[in-house]
Structures are given as C-alpha cells and as structure tokens.
DNA sequence: TCTGGGGTCCTAGGACCC
DNA sequence: TCTGGGGTCCTAGGACCC
C-alpha cells in the first residue's frame, strides 16, 4: 500500500485473556491450572489455559478430555462469552485513549495505527510501555505488544512478546528479525501449509524469501503471492491490506449445536434447528441484516460433515423462512437414522433490505416482522425464557402461532417482573 | 487425543447468459 | 453442427484464525 512513509503500527493482545478474566470473577483460581472451554468429561475443546496448565503441554483447540488426562488437578471452568465481551469493551475504551485508529481484530487483539503520534506520546516504545501499564492498572489485565511499520510484523512481533511484554521491530530489521522464525508463525500458515513447505524443503521464513515469487504462486496460487510478501514483512493482499480503523460488516452469521450424545431422533432434531434459526434470527433483526442465502450444517458420528445452501428469491430476517429452508434442507440430505452429532444453521449474502415489500396491504412478511420485534424485546427486558417461539431444546412440542403472530408479544407480558 | 463455536477468505465446477 | 470464451451467480468444501 503506502510506500511513502513508514506506519507505525501496534498490536496488542490480551494474555491468556478468557482465563485471566475469569480469575477476576473468581480469584482463587489465580496462580492454578485453570481450563477454560467446559468440564474435563465434557465433548469439546479448550477455549484457553492459565500459563501453568500450558506447563503440563495443554493448549487451546485441545479436547477437553484430553487436558484432563495430561492435568488431571486442573481446574476446568465453563466460558462465559459475555464476560469476555464486557472485558473487550473495557480493553477497546482504553486503546482508545492511545490512537483514534483502533481495529479490534476479535475480543482479545486489537491493532493501532499510531502513525504520526509520536509528538504526543513520545517514541513507540515509550508510549506502548504506558498503554501497557494503563492496561493494567485500569483493567487489572496483562497484555503485549508489538510494534512494527506493518500489521504482519506488529502481529508476529506481539506474539514473540509474549506473555505481559513489549516488542518493537525497528523499520528495515523486517525480514532479518522474521528470517530465523519458523514458517508457522506466519499468521495464515496452519498445518496443511506447514507440511506442504516442509516437504519442500522449506522450515524457516529466512528459507522462503530464497524462492521467487512466481515459484510461490505457481504452488499455492493466489496465496504463495501473498506469503512471498509475508516474508519479507509486507501486509501482503487481502485484509492484512488495509487501512487499520476499518470495523466492517459481517457477511455471514451462524449458530451451531453439538450434542452431547449423538441423536437421530426427528423432534429433537427439529427443535434444534429451530431454535438455531432463531438465534440466527434475531441476529439478523438486531443488526438490520437481510439474508438471502441459508446454509444447513450437519455432521455425523464419524465426523463427516455437510454443508447444503438454499438462496431465496427474496431476503429475510425471519426466523420461521429459515427454518423452513434449513428443515427442509435437512430433510433432503440427511441419511434417515443415521445418528447426528452436529446441526448448523448459517445466513450469509446479505442484503440493505427485503428485496421486496408489500406496501399497500401489511404483508404477512410485515406482521411477522413487527411481531418478532416486539417479541426481541421483551426478550431484551425480561430474559430469553420469557417467550418461547418453540422450545428449542427444552424438549416437547411447538405451539402453532404462525396464523397470529400478532398475539405473541402480548402473551406474557404480564407475568413476573424482573429480578 | 477424539475432535466447540464463531467467523473470513479462497477455489472450483456447473448453470446460464451474451 | 460437436463447437468459443468471458462474466456472474450459486453451491460445496477446505484452510485458517481466535
């Protein structure tokens, strides 16, 4: 991009972030093997790990059972999503404070473009040195911090900081500080790359810069450009491209279940997706998406998994046209009796608005509309349990309301004040 | 080891149109 | 008749990230 002077740009992630949070709630957890994800016995993975259950080789994306075996005294707590989202909202007001270029990246990272504040706060060491410290006074949070003339350097450089540390890499040591490092730790490269360079004779970053470009491209396409670029430290192609300060739309929104046993059982399948389809929804409601694209996810016991889409002439945000689309997906795809161990409902292609609106007779469409609203908030004010569309997972059967839905707000209302 | 849930981006083939 | 090529949309799958 700008090649005319040289950014100055921040990385900060939190440490350990979802577990140093939940020792704030709980600080007798401080200084323990502490897993976040769910219980030991549970299906699922690890969300993070306090530094001293790393020490027994835990890390996050790991089963669970699997941390339970190599640290059986660890102490495994569920995750709470929202306190993370409070957290990163504390995180992102303090970031604030340091650049009006702030990019959260996702609850726990953020990139700064601190370019041109050097009169204000002084050199970049010196100014992440205090963003560090308000950080922590003001959050009770350790994070670190690389600095670098782009996202990508900034990116490795925090992650080399770690944990509760400072980095910066000066302008032209680029590529001499990425040489040694290993090609892994090129944000974007994961396992099936790794391999891939590894069987070419390729382990280190400084080995990468050896190749020509073209050589890149021709092996991975589009991307082997973009990782030629990586390696000499450039913000190569795509989103590592662009101007930091930039929070976008979402372009998909999703909800997924898996069940804690594997079932073919029709009605439980069923309510599941519908109450999937309601949380994807009202999402839609609550961001003033209209979908035109619905996908259904499913996945069996052996883990082979499906994706099967279904794009409407007109776009939505109701819950009861996707679940219709995502039902009847399910019902063309699935092989009967065949244990499921996973149900996905995901809208993606999305549109300003309903492609079209009824304008002189309220629509059916309209109605629903306005009575989902209605019912998003009471949702809001009384708690998710105050209204049920469907059951979802509380098992039983689905009143039939799609001829009044007008009637559904006003329903209970009434009953109990809140706590 | 027995594998979550929320996303993004890329590739590739087929349909369809000009 | 047995053949082109580009553009766009749709769908399915996969790599990757936190």
Redesign the pocket.
């Known amino acids: 991009m700008n090649t005319s002077m040289p950014r100055t740009i921040f990385h900060v992630d939190m440490d350990a972030?979802f577990v140093s949070v939940e020792e704030l709630y709980d600080p007798s957890l401080k200084g323990k093997p502490v897993v976040v994800?769910?219980q030991r016995d549970e299906?699922?993975?690890v969300?993070a790990a306090s530094y001293a259950a790393r020490k027994f080789g835990v890390h996050?994306?790991?089963?669970?059972?699997?941390a339970a075996?190599l640290c059986p005294h660890a102490v495994f707590v569920d995750?709470h999503p929202e306190r993370y989202r409070e957290y990163s909202g504390h995180v992102h007001e303090i970031l604030c404070r340091f650049s009006p270029q702030v990019e959260m990246?996702?609850?726990?990272?953020a990139y700064l473009d601190m370019t041109g504040t050097e009169r204000l706060h002084g050199l970049p060491l010196r100014s992440a040195h205090r963003l560090h410290e308000t950080m922590k006074s003001a959050t009770q949070l350790n994070c670190s911090i690389g600095i670098g003339t782009s996202r990508l350097i900034a990116?490795v450089g925090s992650?080399k900081a770690k944990p509760n540390g400072v980095l910066w890499v000066l302008p032209a040591q680029e590529a001499k500080f990425l040489a040694p490092l290993d090609v892994?730790d090129?944000?974007?490269?994961?396992?099936?790359?790794?391999k891939k360079l590894h069987e070419m004779g390729i382990e280190r970053v400084g080995d990468l810069t050896r190749l020509e470009d073209r050589d890149l491209e021709q092996r991975f396409?589009?991307?082997g450009l973009a990782l030629a670029g990586k390696a000499r430290g450039e913000d190569a192609?795509?989103?590592f491209d662009s101007e930091v300060g930039e929070d976008?739309d979402?372009?998909?929104?999703?909800?997924?279940?898996?069940y804690n046993e594997d079932t073919a059982e029709l009605d439980r399948l069923h309510s599941t997706l519908m109450r999937l389809s309601e949380?994807v929804g009202r999402?839609l409601r609550e961001g003033g998406y209209f979908a035109?694209?619905i996908?259904l996810k499913f996945r069996y016991k052996?883990?082979t998994?499906?994706?099967?889409?279904?794009?409407l002439e007109q776009s939505t945000q109701l819950d009861t046209e996707i679940y219709e689309t995502v039902r009847r997906l399910f019902l063309q795809n699935w092989k009967t009796g065949t244990p499921i161990?996973?149900l996905?409902v995901?809208a993606?292609?999305f549109e300003a608005g309903p492609s079209q609106i009824d304008l002189l007779e309220p629509s059916r469409q309209q109605r629903w509309q306005k009575a989902l609203q209605a019912a998003d908030h009471v949702r809001d004010k009384f708690g998710e349990s105050s209204i049920g569309l469907a059951t979802g997972m509380k098992g039983g059967f689905r009143e039939r309301t799609h001829e009044n839905p007008a009637a559904l707000p006003g329903k209970k209302t009434e009953r109990k004040e809140p706590g």
């Open positions: 972030f994800g769910g299906r699922g993975v969300s996050s994306a790991m089963p669970l059972r699997t075996k995750g990246a996702s609850v726990d990272e990116k992650a892994r090129i944000p974007g490269v994961g396992k099936v790359t790794e396409g589009k991307w192609g795509g989103w976008s979402p372009k998909s929104i999703s909800h997924e279940h898996t949380m999402r035109r694209t996908q052996d883990f998994t499906f994706t099967r889409a279904h794009s161990r996973l996905g995901q993606s292609n």
